[in-house]
């Protein structure tokens, strides 16, 4: 594409370093800079520059936060007795979307990937381990359903297992509003092996 504004090109550069955005993406959020008053831009590029500044990991459950520790674990109203352990920050806003679940969380920062050179001590694992005592009476491995993420559980259930806490995962199934023609085997064995009373 004939650019005739280097300055247009660096922003769609830019937008195109996010995840899940490509070139034409970038270039319709670029554009879309440009129709914008100036006074949106800088309160965009001010708000972007206070999260880098003012986010930071809890020290409690490595989740991102403001405060620390952050409000779920000080929150009087979760189940103390609970530990979700969850890969990235983005699978506890998913948890909390549902509003089902009310213990606390413990946030990995990513799986085990031998590939991509990953191993237990680039985790939050031994943070894990510090809080698996005392009250915690259930840890629930909610890693995702593919290689990585079954070797960190894996991992994760033989590393917790001699510590005596009830270890569960996560149920596997059939998502709502699919057909069983088009649901791969791993998935419908998944939810035959899953399966609940009614």
């Known amino acids: 594409m004939l650019s005739t504004s280097p300055s247009l090109d660096a922003l769609i550069a830019e937008f ?5 955005i490509g070139r034409k993406t970038a270039q319709r959020l670029a554009l879309h800079v440009l129709k914008r008053p100036r006074q ?11 999260v880098k500044d003012h986010v930071r990991t809890c020290s409690v459950c490595c989740n991102i936060t403001e405060e620390d ?20 920050s983005n ?10 679940f009310r213990g606390l969380y413990h946030v990995l920062g990513g ?13 939050h694992v031994r943070e894990l381990l510090d809080r698996a005592g005392g009250e915690t009476q259930e840890i629930i491995l909610a890693m995702n359903p593919n290689v990585e993420g079954e070797a960190t559980t894996l991992y994760l259930s033989k590393l917790l297992k001699p510590l005596g806490v009830r270890i569960t995962r996560i149920a596997r199934g059939i998502p709502m509003g699919s057909d069983l023609e088009f649901t791969d085997a791993a998935t419908i064995t998944r939810a035959f092996e899953g399966r609940i009373d009614i």
């Open 111 to 123: 799986r085990l990937s031998p590939l991509e050179g990953i191993g237990p001590d680039d985790l």
């Open 69 to 88: 520790p952050c409000t779920i674990c000080t929150s009087h109203k979760r189940d103390r007795h609970v530990i979700c352990v969850v890969e990235e």
């Open 91 to 100: 699978d506890v806003f998913a948890i909390e979307r549902g509003n089902e």
């Open 40 to 50: 949106e831009i800088e309160q965009m590029a001010a708000t972007l520059l206070q």
């Open 16 to 20: 195109t370093r996010l995840p899940g």
